[in-house]
C-alpha cells in the first residue's frame, strides 16, 4: 500500500451577481446566493462566464465568487477576459486568469494553506496585445488613468456610481452611445502624443505614431456610460477615472481635450 495519503477532490463555495445560474448569461437582479460545488462544475461556469459577449456585461456589474476556507476570489468579465482579484477587491489588485488557472489556485491553496501562499497573489497579468512602444505627452492623463497597476495592466473592479452621474443600463441606448462615440481622439500628426481609442466599451490609452495604433498601449479597460443631470454623456472607466464629451465632439480629462478623429 502506498504511504502517500489519497488527496480529496476540491470543495469551492460559489456565488454570483446579476448572472444566470449557470453563469452563461447576463441576469440583472439574479443573485445566486452561497453554494459548494466541485473544481469541474467552477471550471465549466467560469468558461460559460467568459464567453458571454462583451457587450452584453456593459454596466451589468457581473461578478463570480469562488473560494475555499482559507480565500474568496471575485471574478470579472473584461472584454473577453477574466480577472481575479482576493476578496476584498478595494485592497487587492485583480489580475487574468483562465478558468483552470482560478480554480487550480484555490486547489492550491486550498492543499496548502501556509501564511505566504494565502498572502500571495494569482499570476501576474499578461502585458497588452498593442505591441511596440511610445513615449506619454499628457503628463495628467497618464498619472491619472495610468496609474503603476494599471500601467502593468492590472485591473480594477467598477467603483461605486460617481456623484452626479446616472449610469446608462439599457441595451439599447448602450449601442446608440457606442455608435456615437467609438473612434480615435487626439493629434496623431503629433508623433508621440496622447491618442484615446475608444470602441464599444473598451478604452485605450496610447501614443500617435505611424502606424494605425502605435506605441505600448499606457492603458487597455473597460468603461461604462453616465448621464449628467442636463444629459451630457460621460466615459466612467474601470479605475474610476470619468472622461466627459464636449459638445463640439471632443473627450476631454481634466484640463486635457482630445479632438474626435474618423470613427475606427
Not at 469551492?12 to 447576463?26: K, P
Not at 498619472?143 to 495592466?153: D, E, I
Amino acid at each position: 500500500m502506498s504511504s502517500n495519503p489519497r488527496r480529496l477532490p476540491a470543495v469551492l463555495t460559489f456565488s454570483s451577481r446579476n448572472l444566470r445560474d449557470d453563469g452563461a448569461a447576463v441576469a440583472l437582479g439574479n443573485n445566486v446566493p452561497h453554494q459548494n460545488i466541485d473544481a469541474g462544475t467552477a471550471v465549466l461556469r467560469l468558461r460559460a462566464f467568459g464567453r458571454i459577449p462583451a457587450v452584453e456585461l456593459v454596466g451589468s456589474d457581473a461578478l463570480m465568487y469562488l473560494g475555499n476556507s482559507h480565500c474568496k476570489l471575485a471574478v470579472q468579465h473584461e472584454n473577453g477576459r477574466l480577472f481575479a482579484a482576493r476578496v476584498p477587491e478595494a485592497a487587492n489588485a485583480a489580475a487574468e486568469q483562465t478558468p483552470e488557472e482560478i480554480v487550480a489556485f484555490l486547489e492550491g491553496e486550498q492543499a496548502t494553506p501556509s501564511p505566504a501562499s494565502r498572502n500571495a497573489a494569482p499570476k501576474a497579468v499578461r502585458p497588452s496585445p498593442v505591441k511596440g512602444r511610445g513615449r506619454m505627452n499628457s503628463r495628467g492623463l497618464l498619472v491619472a488613468l495610468a496609474v503603476v497597476a494599471l500601467a502593468l495592466g492590472v485591473y480594477r473592479f467598477y467603483p461605486d456610481t460617481p456623484a452626479g452621474l446616472a449610469m446608462v443600463r439599457d441595451p439599447a441606448k448602450i449601442g446608440r452611445l457606442h455608435l456615437q462615440f467609438n473612434g480615435r481622439y487626439g493629434d496623431e500628426a503629433v508623433e508621440g502624443s496622447t491618442m484615446l481609442w475608444v470602441e464599444n466599451g473598451r478604452l485605450v490609452v496610447y501614443a500617435a505614431g505611424k502606424e494605425a495604433l502605435p506605441g505600448e498601449a499606457r492603458l487597455d479597460a473597460s468603461y461604462r456610460y453616465g448621464l449628467h443631470d442636463d444629459g451630457r454623456v460621460a466615459l466612467v472607466v474601470a479605475n474610476g477615472a470619468v472622461v466627459e464629451s464636449a459638445r463640439d465632439g471632443s473627450l476631454r480629462f481634466n484640463d486635457a481635450a482630445y479632438a474626435r478623429n474618423a470613427p475606427r
